[in-house]
């Protein structure tokens, strides 16, 4: 079976060194190795193979969902700070879109509400309707003042914005997801993406339902078949936000100029064996550690290495004292610097800014620094 790239529908070779790795799936849970990851040998996009296999783990991963648990449901915060995702994604809105006083959200993949219930408190004449695979959270978003409706079925009606955050990473087959899109858009619809970046979600290729991985390059080729890409930003850490409106007739593949396969696979091998490395470095350390956050990483780490860990750490106030897989979260000061050993689990700029924030205090920190990409 000859294996099609999702974006241009050419020949994608597997990195076989990833099926060894553990996986854990994008709601923090660790999950079994045995996954299969791709490059285009043409775009270069970052991708998993999918096959029926892959399929049926997706769909079990998106039955047990758990968004948020620590923190019932709120959105998370973004690594070092106290703001919220959703707050800087409404910041990034409000200052680059020109929306209108009134008009109609919907978010796409909204989950618990954590972006509709931001966005409302600035956009306050706003109508807000979300969309999702099932109707599981609407306990949750009804308690969002100005929500409207929860669709799991195609809505009838076209929107101002539509917002997809973090979903489309998701997606296993764009051609009908845009047409979804469209059949919801007018032309001045704006519809806003962000997605992780590969460049410095380190952990982002384990995450088993992230279908694609994208960078600049590779998201845009992606995209420009389907938008008039109006907005590019790589202003929050770790993510690539996007605003287009609709193509009137999508693209197909031949806007692909040039290839960027033999620069993708090298940064997919090293970031491959990033993970080995990292598992040398812990398998090698005999003090039992602290692990620093309780996201995807750190579940990782837990799926590795369980009786090396201790407990957690959180600058997040809401997660001290609760627990994470069966372990205290803690926060730092209450560590005794002289005795514990921590890992920092993120890319090179997150470990820069802790090592910088505690340069007085002695903890004993554990990390590694990853490959630089530009
Ligand atoms: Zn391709």
Redesign the pocket.
């Known amino acids: 079976m000859i294996l099609?790239?999702?974006?241009?529908?050419?020949k994608?070779v597997e990195n076989i060194k990833y099926k060894k790795l553990i996986r854990v799936s994008s709601d923090s849970k660790f999950f079994k190795p045995d996954g299969k990851i791709a490059c285009?040998?043409?775009?270069?996009?970052i991708?998993k193979v999918i096959n029926k296999k892959y399929l049926s783990e997706i769909k079990k991963i998106y039955k047990n969902y758990e968004m948020y648990k620590i923190t019932k449901g709120d959105d998370q915060r973004l690594s070092g700070g106290l703001e919220t995702r959703a707050r800087r994604i409404t910041k990034i809105i409000k200052k680059n879109l020109n929306l209108k006083k009134n008009g109609y959200l919907i978010d796409i993949g909204c989950g618990t509400g954590g972006f509709l219930k931001e966005f409302g408190n600035e956009f306050k004449a706003w109508q807000l309707y979300g969309y999702d695979i099932n109707k599981k959270n609407h306990k949750h978003l009804k308690k969002i003042k100005n929500f409207i409706k929860l669709y799991t079925q195609k809505p009838n009606n076209t929107f101002n914005l539509i917002s997809i955050i973090h979903t489309f990473e998701h997606v296993t087959d764009h051609f009908s997801f845009f047409n979804f899109i469209k059949s919801i858009s007018n032309k001045n619809s704006k519809i806003f993406i962000q997605i992780p970046n590969f460049k410095n979600s380190t952990y982002d290729i384990l995450i088993a339902d992230h279908v694609t991985h994208f960078d600049k390059r590779?998201i845009l080729?992606t995209l420009k078949k389907f938008l008039n890409i109006e907005y590019y930003s790589e202003e929050i850490d770790k993510e690539i936000s996007i605003v287009g409106t609709i193509k009137n007739n999508f693209e197909n593949?031949k806007k692909?100029i040039s290839s960027y396969y033999i620069k993708s696979k090298s940064k997919l091998n090293e970031r491959i064996q990033y993970f080995f490395n990292l598992k040398k470095l812990l398998s090698n350390t005999k003090n039992k550690i602290y692990v620093y956050g309780t996201t995807i990483a750190s579940s990782w780490i837990t799926g590795n290495f369980r009786s090396k860990i201790k407990g957690y750490i959180e600058d997040d106030l809401r997660k001290i004292n609760k627990t994470f897989y069966g372990k205290k979260i803690v926060n730092l000061k209450h560590l005794n610097e002289k005795k514990d050993h921590i890992f920092l689990p993120f890319n090179t700029e997150v470990i820069k800014k802790i090592l910088l924030k505690n340069k007085k205090a002695k903890y004993k920190f554990l990390y590694l620094n990853d490959k630089k990409y530009n």
């Not at 099609?4 to 050419?10: D, F, Q, T």
């Not at 285009?40 to 996009?45: D, H, M, N, S, T």
């Open positions: 099609k790239c999702l974006n241009c529908r050419e994608i285009c040998i043409k775009c270069g996009l991708q590779t080729s593949k692909i």
